[in-house]
């Protein structure tokens, strides 16, 4: 059973950090990509950060760049996201979200129940 287990959301100020974890089970974690994308209410959900396999090489938002950073222990299968000068914009679910391709076709694709971060005074 294929599960991603999201953590360490909350409220924070801004100008805080805040490090969100995805626990990943049932699939070959060293295979997939790994992604975080968050949606704030009224808003799509967009792509925050991504993580190749292998942990190479790494892509984000130009909303969040310099500010977050994404990380994995594939060894632990998790992925992080540490997030830091945070913005009251950032307020949204954030999403962990595994995807493999082969070949440019997605063979697997799956996705957590979200973690609510909100930043407010």
């Known amino acids: 059973q294929v599960q991603l287990v999201e953590s360490g959301g909350g409220l924070v100020q801004p100008g805080g950090s805040l490090r969100l974890s995805c626990a990943a089970s049932?699939?070959?974690?060293?295979?997939?990509?790994m992604n975080w994308y968050r949606q704030a209410p009224g808003k799509e959900r967009e792509l925050v950060a991504r993580?190749?396999?292998?942990?190479?090489?790494?892509n984000y938002a130009d909303s969040v760049k310099g500010r977050f950073t994404i990380s994995r222990d594939n060894a632990k299968n998790t992925v992080y996201l540490q997030m830091n000068s945070l913005k009251p914009e950032d307020t949204a679910v954030y999403y962990c979200n595994a995807l493999e391709l082969r070949t440019g076709v997605i063979i697997g694709n799956y996705w957590g129940q979200g973690t609510q971060v909100t930043v407010s005074s």
């Open positions: 993580i190749t396999s292998t942990g190479g090489s790494t």
């Open positions: 049932g699939f070959t974690f060293s295979r997939y990509i």
